[in-house]
């Protein structure tokens, strides 16, 4: 394709995926409120009830211009993202309605990474910077099985306050578009337009104050979706770098926790909301360490300033994700 071809076709993509997530998620806050379909915003003065789940919205946006693009291109990789966003996403959604356990969502999040095999549209052989590829002929397939659980679920973790998870897949999109450009893969290029575009028209509606949160659906979606791009465009280890702050984030979780645990069921929550209005760590050894918990260790901040410092986190690692992009294949 020539370049022209390919820009027109990525800023159609963007527009696309982009306005409809708009628009779909507008069209699904008065249906969610008026079927109660809402949950309290803790991190609010009276806790206002907020629509949710949003990820219908954002799975038949990805979906729809990946498959668009399949259409119109013939290419199996395009039908493979699509088909990983669509089976994390409704696994997320029937998490949002039904309420799965810790072990059984990750468990359920192995078949959003079944497409990706089944159509072989990945490589065995994934680029390290400065060595070159490595060969993982039998192992891969088995690491593609619980790289897209674990993208998902990492990417979910963040869903913490209002904007943070729709800015912070939109910023670290930002270097997996960069390292498909410098490979010339304008096929992933393309395919991972509308997750962009998604993540930055949904952070319109989920930003401070949320007019309706994503869900599950949505945010195991967005992270199903990262995963793929990356592993089926060969791009895993800019990925894994864009993703270091949530990743520590499930690290912190973990390793505080001693188990796989859902966030509902913590008793003692990490941060707690002042009495002024502001968000402050708890001091109870019992709350789980999170990212957000250690932002605000020994101050006391607003939900704005927290996300903004959440998204601040995303750019930097961003930067050194474009870092390792060029090391690998900006150089040569």
Do not use: Q
Request: aromatic share 10%.
């Amino acid at each position: 394709m020539e370049l022209v071809e390919i820009l027109g076709l990525g800023f159609t993509g963007f527009l696309a995926s982009f306005i409809l997530t708009y628009v779909l998620s507008h069209f699904l806050i008065p249906i969610l409120t008026h079927r109660k379909l809402t949950v309290e915003d803790f991190h609010k003065p009276g806790k206002p009830r907020i629509p949710r789940p949003g990820g219908p919205a954002i799975i038949t946006a990805i979906a729809a211009v990946e498959i668009g693009f399949y259409i119109l291109l013939g290419d199996p990789r395009f039908l493979a993202v699509a088909m990983v966003s669509t089976v994390g996403g409704a696994i997320g959604l029937l998490d949002d309605f039904f309420t799965f356990s810790a072990i059984t969502k990750p468990a359920a999040l192995v078949a959003a990474a079944v497409p990706i095999l089944l159509l072989a549209t990945y490589s065995f052989r994934p680029e390290v910077p400065f060595f070159g590829p490595l060969r993982l002929s039998l192992i891969y397939p088995v690491l593609i099985l619980l790289a897209i659980p674990i993208t998902a679920n990492t990417v979910n973790t963040i869903d913490v306050l209002n904007g943070a998870v729709s800015g912070f897949v939109a910023i670290t999109t930002g270097p997996l578009l960069l390292a498909l450009a410098l490979k010339h893969d304008w096929i992933l290029f393309l395919a991972s337009i509308p997750l962009l575009a998604s993540a930055s028209a949904f952070y319109l509606v989920h930003r401070n104050p949320s007019r309706i949160f994503p869900g599950d659906s949505g945010c195991l979606c967005y992270g199903a979706t990262y995963g793929a791009i990356a592993i089926v465009g060969g791009v895993e280890f800019v990925g894994v770098v864009a993703l270091l702050p949530a990743i520590l984030n499930s690290f912190f979780f973990l390793s505080s926790t001693k188990k796989i645990v859902e966030h509902r069921e913590i008793k003692v929550k990490p941060v707690y909301l002042g009495k002024d209005h502001l968000i402050r760590a708890s001091m109870d050894t019992r709350a789980p360490i999170t990212l957000v918990r250690l932002i605000v260790a020994g101050r006391s901040l607003t939900e704005n300033r927290i996300v903004r410092e959440i998204h601040w986190l995303a750019i930097f690692a961003s930067l050194l994700a474009i870092v390792t992009a060029f090391a690998t294949w900006g150089f040569k």
